[in-house]
């Protein structure tokens, strides 16, 4: 059974279109994040969640929408849609991310998602 | 200046070899995490230490946090260990929560 999955696992999309990621994990874990890793392989946080509250809001253009329904489900959705935005989008799940607490807990990744935006 | 550093970027290693990476960093922490992305795309958690050192199979890493040093060693080397590693820390701020601080990665091929 996969821990962390991703749909879909390859998104090929014209610029300006929306489109959506979804992430579910089922470890029962509180706490679910984006990440985004560029063309240089560099990762670096978007959003996380914990228990449906949104924690970290890294500065993110406002195109992007984290949703998550509960706390095995955390979406991404991505309006119109720019060549910037090609790059490969991770969610990941771990315990124990409260604000304000410190992050000491493994994190569990997804297998990426790969978008490119033509 | 990033806020981890990792070097060597690329590390080219005969099979057999013992492996050194190196993670420095710059800000206060509660934990430093080592990753690895496999050649397909996939991230693992390797270890995640907040002082001294852990050991699995061949992996061995070690921190040392007034110097904010860590480092992952593998032993014995072997081409699947041929992966990008990652080390990554979590932050301790006092009115946010401490996200991970990712490194740009190191480079292991092993050649047989």
Redesign the interface.
């Known amino acids: 059974d996969t821990a962390v999955s991703q749909t879909p696992k390859y998104l090929v999309t014209q610029m300006g279109n929306d489109k959506s990621i979804k992430c579910e994990q089922n470890l029962g874990h509180d706490t679910m994040y984006w990440y985004k890793q560029d063309s240089?392989?560099?990762?670096?946080?978007m959003f996380?969640y914990?228990n449906k509250e949104l924690?970290?809001n890294?500065t993110v253009p406002n195109r992007f929408s984290p949703k998550s329904p509960d706390k095995a489900h955390l979406n991404l959705h991505i309006n119109s849609l720019e060549l910037g935005d090609s790059a490969?989008y991770?969610c990941?799940s771990s315990w124990g991310?409260?604000?304000?607490?410190?992050?000491?807990?493994?994190?569990?990744?997804g297998?990426?998602t790969?978008l490119l935006v033509l | 200046k990033n806020e981890v550093e990792q070097s060597p970027q690329n590390l080219t290693a005969q099979e057999g070899e013992f492996i050194t990476i190196n993670c420095s960093y710059s800000v206060g922490i509660?934990?430093l995490?080592w990753?690895q992305?496999h050649p397909g795309?996939?991230?693992?958690?390797l270890f995640?230490l907040?002082s001294g050192k852990k050991k699995h199979g061949r992996l061995i890493a070690t921190i040392n946090i007034q110097e904010k040093h860590s480092s992952l060693h593998i032993t014995a080397s072997h081409p699947r260990d041929s992966a990008?590693y990652?080390c990554?820390v979590?932050g301790?701020y006092?009115?946010?929560?401490?996200?991970?601080?990712?490194g740009?990665?190191t480079k292991l091929s092993v050649k047989p």
């Not at chain 2, 795309?41 to 958690?45: A, K, L, M, R």
């Open positions: 240089k392989k560099f990762l670096k946080i996380s914990n924690i970290i890294e490969v991770f990941a991310g409260l604000r304000g607490a410190p992050l000491k807990e493994t994190q569990y990744f297998p990426g790969r | 509660s934990a995490h990753l992305q795309g996939g991230i693992v958690s995640m907040s990008v990652i990554a979590a301790y006092g009115g946010s929560q401490g996200n991970l601080i990712f740009k990665g």
